[in-house]
């Protein structure tokens, strides 16, 4: 068999036109069924005949899975990204009608990470010379332009990177309103897809925003037991101390000090100690009237 001569798709079992074969590891696919692949999926020449098939069955049902998506959040211009909170589930696409694109539903629990990368190009400024000649100025200058591509890295099947330029065009000033523009999108997209990960308003970090604990799709503020310190509570007009590693703190009451209530006993006044002293027969330090190595009374 020449190299020129038609083959016959493995996946459908059509006929292959002229320059329409796309390999596969084990077989050929013809460019009607490879229109059908997901677009993140790059390894198409590593892949099998059977993965193929398993693939285009996936697209099949995904294509049944975005008759019951409905897009709450939108974020982008050029590519967009559409989240379905209720389905738990996100789609990355540019076409107006995404349903007959078949972009792939994935579910925010498979989101692994979200980067936004900001690219900065610098290309060289010339001096243009009588003679039409080009000389680099010292020192030498340059232009700079931007541009901003997103990375989802997601646990799928059958890709693990979504990757798409944010800004349909370069951005060509680092102050324009344009770079503050899609620098806050990008963000956006990344807070909106690790939030959806976490269970709403858990950011990349771990930690969720507000600084509260979730409760009931809510932030709530709660006090934070640091070191075993408790805080202190108002009672009774007056405030109880804060227990500090296991001591009990008194506090100042009818111009005397009385120590917190301990274990059902109510307060009483606590005599100051005496204050110590050193035994003048055999130098013993002691704070009671008497020396309790030799017995000598305090002078």
Known sequence: MGMFDKKNCDICGAKIGLLGNRKLEDGNCCKDCAAKLSPWMTDRRRTTVEDIKAHLAYREDNRRKLQQFNAQSVVGENWKVMVDPNMGAFVVTRSSNFRADNPDVILLSQVVSCEVERQEHQEEVYQQMSDGSKRSYSPPRYDYSYDFEVHIHVNTPWFSEIEFKLNPSTIKDRYAPE???????????????????????????????????????????????????????????????????????????????????????????????????????CGTQNTGRFCQSCGATKQ
């Open 179 to 281: 770079f503050r523009q899609y620098e806050a999108l990008g963000d956006q997209i990344r807070n909106m897809l690790l939030s959806g990960n976490r269970g709403g308003g858990m950011p990349m970090g771990g930690m969720p925003m507000g600084g509260g604990m979730p409760m009931g799709g809510q932030f709530q503020q709660q006090p934070m037991q640091q070191q075993g310190f408790q805080q202190p509570m108002q009672q009774q007009g007056f405030q109880q101390p804060m227990q500090q590693q296991g001591f009990q703190q008194p506090m100042q009451q009818q111009g005397f000090q009385q120590p917190m209530q301990q274990q059902g006993f109510q307060q009483q006044p606590m005599q100051q100690a005496d204050a110590p002293w050193f035994c003048q027969s």
